[in-house]
Every structure is written in C-alpha cells, then in structure tokens.
C-alpha cells in the first residue's frame, strides 16, 4: 500500500475515537468485528453501533460521540447509494467534517471505489490489506485535536464539550465544570447512576427504561453516559453499549460512550464533568450513567461518600451471584436506593430473590427489591421499577404521548 500524505499535522493524545458500523439488510459482522478487536488491540476506542444500522442512525450516533470516523463494513452490496446517504446525512446535520470510510472484502471494487469517492467517502479498504496496514493509516490519517467550535449546534455542541472534558481528564487536567459538587445534585435533571456486575443486564435495562420514559413523558429528553473498560494493555476500548441501545435511535434520546482510560473507579475521569455539561445544557429531564461492571467493593457514584455524584444509585443483579455470601461482600447492596434483581426468567431466579430480600431486609433501610426480565420488551417488573424511579426523580408522567417506536406499555 502506498504511503498516504497526512491530512493532519498533529496526532492527538487522547484515543481516537471510530464509529463502526454495518450498513441496513446487512447482517455480516464477522469481518467488523475482528477489525474492532484490532482496532483496540492499537489503542483506538471503537464505538461499535451493530449490524442491520441505517444511515440515519449512524449519523446520529457519530455526531453525539463526536467520532473521529466512521468505519463502515459492508458486503451486500448497495454501497455506492448507501456510503453517499451517510456522507450526506452527515453534512444535513452539519457535520460534513466527520469522515467516512469503508471496507467489504470483494463486493466494493476499485470502479466503485472512485464513484463512492466523487459522493464523499473518504477511502475504501480492499480484501488483502495487511491489518497493520490499515491501523497505522487510521491512526495517522484521523488524529486530531479536539477543539472548541463554535459553529456546533445541538448535540455535536455537546459532544464536543465531552471529548474535550475526555482530553483534559486523560491528560491530567482538572475537566471543565459548569457547577460544584455541591451543587451537583439540585440541579438540572434528575441524574441516575446504574452499577452491578459485568452481565448483569444494565445495559438492556437501561434501554426498556429509556423506551418507558419515550412513552410516558413525551416531550422530555434523556441523556446515557454508558463507561466501558479501556484494555489496560493497549488503552483502546470496544464501547458496545450501543448494540443494545435500540430506543438510542429516537431523537430525543443523547448518549454517549465513554471509556474509562485508566480511571479505576468504574466510571471515566470526565465522568462528572459530562454530568455537568449535560445538566448545564437544560435540555434533560433524566440523565443515565451506567458505571463499567463493578466488583464487590465499588461504589463508583460516591454513594459512601461526603459528596454522591448522582441523585439516586441502581444496582442490578443477575441471579448467578454465586452465593449468599458473595451477597454479603456486596457494599452497594448497603448503599443503592433501588435494587433490581433482573433475568428473573432465570431457573436460579427464584432462589436469588429470596436471598436477596433477606440481604436488604438486614439493612434496615426498607430497600425494595425489583424483580425485573429486561429482555422482555413488555416486562412489567420494568414498568414498575420505572414507576419508583420516576416518582423519586420528579418526573411527570403521561399515559398519552408519542409511542417510542411501537412500543406499547
């Protein structure tokens, strides 16, 4: 492969940032997932939205994780029309400056190539190229540095705060905010911290949450800040959060994957300061943030702390624990304001609940146990923890309203 000219002087510190996708009525995905996991294995945090993804939600996702790229695998043919849809959807939203490039083993030839070029993709990887190859052009053709731009409207205006408070964190610098700690928890939307273990749900949880909230308050917005672990080796990430995010699709819903980049504390550096600008914004009734899946000694929210970095913690458990004991290690179990036990479709769940009530019963607190299936679109254990979670947060609710795509309550 020829040397490329470096289109950008400087590489940034921080990580780059792609947003990796496969394009509508395409359900390949092994090659964009082996070029995900090389992609991290060279220190680049991929966010990955999934197959099956249309150009409009691959715009919008790009913009609200202010993404250096976007990498789009396809291999069922249609790319000319559907690369030129993405670029255009992204200069419809003002952000013509986000490039695009592609890859689909033999399906895109060199002649398509040159017609997706003249429409705005930026450059199509052809079947053969050495992966290395490939990491070392990503990383040189698509570092920046993260700026202000006054020209960002809307969600790229948040996005970009984000990536800068990621920068700053990364880098050491105290990240921006707009309010104090003190202040943290009076103001601006109601702001939800969501822990448990690695496969416990959260992220499905969170997603049948966001689709009760679409439906009931029908002109509200929701933000999800989703942290994911960085690897410690290479620092790169795979931020998956999305694949689960069907309801992300909706237009009043923001979210934004972040990666941990070291931080041990289940949650990004930046994290707090993200809360901040999305509370500074106004434009959020509920804010979400999933911590990474925590251990037994967590307390990523600061929930044992003089200051809570949210108003309210949720901590989800899948009946799989190991144990009554491993239930006593549990410290959140002491500190959560709500408890969900979810995969209650689970042949261990009924056991799981029992121990686990009879934990919270110990507390003293007068915990409740929610009992909840998230894969289960209509579930209404759901429906009632969303209930509980609305009250506590203030949130008003209405029984009309736009339905969140289809779904019915």
């Known amino acids: 492969m020829a040397a490329a000219k470096p289109r950008r002087a400087a590489a940034a510190a921080a990580p780059l940032r792609i947003l990796t996708a496969v394009p509508i009525c395409d359900g390949h995905d092994s090659a964009v997932t082996t070029i995900n996991i090389e992609l991290a294995r060279h220190g680049i945090e991929v966010i990955y939205l ?226 901040d600008i999305l509370k500074a914004s106004g434009e959020f009734d509920l804010i979400l943030v999933e911590s990474v899946g925590v251990g037994q000694e967590s307390d990523p929210f600061g929930v044992f702390g003089s200051t809570k970095l949210v108003d309210a913690t949720l901590f989800v458990l899948a009946p799989y624990y190991g144990g009554r004991i491993q239930l006593q290690k549990i410290a959140l179990l002491n500190g959560a304001d709500f408890v969900a036990l979810n995969k209650c479709d689970h042949p261990m769940a009924h056991t799981a609940k029992a121990e686990i009530q009879a934990r919270l019963d110990y507390n003293g607190k007068g915990q409740t146990l929610h009992t909840t299936t998230a894969a289960k679109h209509f579930d209404p254990g759901v429906d009632t923890l969303f209930r509980a979670l609305a009250e506590r947060g203030g949130l008003t609710l209405s029984t009309g309203g736009e339905a969140a795509c289809q779904l019915k309550l």
């Open 50 to 275: 999934g197959y099956h993804q249309s150009a409009t939600a691959i715009a919008r996702a790009a913009i609200q994780e202010d993404a250096n790229v976007v990498g789009l695998s396809s291999y069922n043919g249609g790319h000319i029309v559907f690369f030129k849809e993405v670029v255009d959807r992204l200069k419809a939203l003002g952000s013509g400056d986000i490039p695009v490039f592609g890859g689909g083993g033999g399906t895109i030839t060199p002649t398509d190539e040159r017609v997706m070029k003249r429409h705005g993709t930026d450059r199509i990887f052809f079947a053969g190229t050495p992966l290395d190859d490939i990491m070392t052009l990503i990383k040189r053709e698509y570092a920046r540095d993260a700026k202000p731009n006054a020209k960002f409207r809307g969600d790229r205006a948040l996005a970009r705060a984000i990536t800068i408070a990621e920068t700053e964190a990364f880098l050491g610098k105290v990240a921006r905010t707009k309010t104090s700690p003190k202040r943290r928890s009076r103001e601006g939307g109601f702001v939800l911290g969501i822990a448990g273990p690695g496969g416990a749900g959260k992220s499905t949880l969170i997603d049948e949450l966001t689709s009760r909230f679409l439906r009931h308050v029908p002109h509200g917005r929701i933000a999800i800040l989703a942290n994911d672990p960085s690897h410690p080796d290479s620092h790169g990430a795979i931020l998956g959060d999305r694949v689960s995010a069907i309801y992300a699709q909706d237009d009043r819903v923001f979210f934004r994957s972040m990666a941990t980049r070291g931080s041990l504390t289940g949650l990004s550096a930046a994290a707090p300061a993200a809360i």
